[in-house]
């Protein structure tokens, strides 16, 4: 599923100044304990979590994660959105839900 089709099913809001929109995510991933996303998320995956400091840029960058979707409307650290920009990882935040963008996704083929 293609970034921008992500950004307009969850009615997200790009926080990096980095954004390919037609970049793809092949999957999606939801979890907040970094141990576990690093251990079990996927290559290319669309990762949805509450965390917003600057150890989720280091995280998605060892996974090769498509994006970022910090959910439930939580503001990004800047330090973080610096380190997301320098290392071209999308974030994406949503005032929805974890849940409820998972929900979202997965109906429509995520």
């Known amino acids: 599923m293609k970034l921008k089709t ?10 990096t100044t980095y954004f ?16 576990v996303v690093m251990g079990k998320a996927s290559e290319d995956c669309a990762w949805v979590t509450i965390q917003s400091h600057i150890n989720v840029i280091a995280v998605a960058t060892l996974v090769d994660c ?4 910090v ?12 380190k997301a ?3 071209e990882i999308p974030i994406i935040s949503t005032k929805l839900s974890s849940y409820e963008a998972c929900a979202i996704l997965a109906r429509n083929g995520l």
């Not at 950004?7 to 809001?13: A, K, N, Y």
């Not at 390919?20 to 141990?35: N, W």
Request: proline share 0%; aromatic share 4%.
């Open 66 to 69: 498509a994006c970022i979707i």
């Open 85 to 87: 920009n320098l290392e």
């Open 71 to 82: 959910s439930e409307g939580y503001s990004i650290d800047a330090d973080a959105l610096i």
């Open 20 to 35: 390919e929109g037609d970049k793809e995510a092949t999957t999606g991933f939801v979890g907040d304990l970094l141990s």
């Open 6 to 15: 992500i950004l307009d099913l969850i009615e997200g809001e790009v926080m």
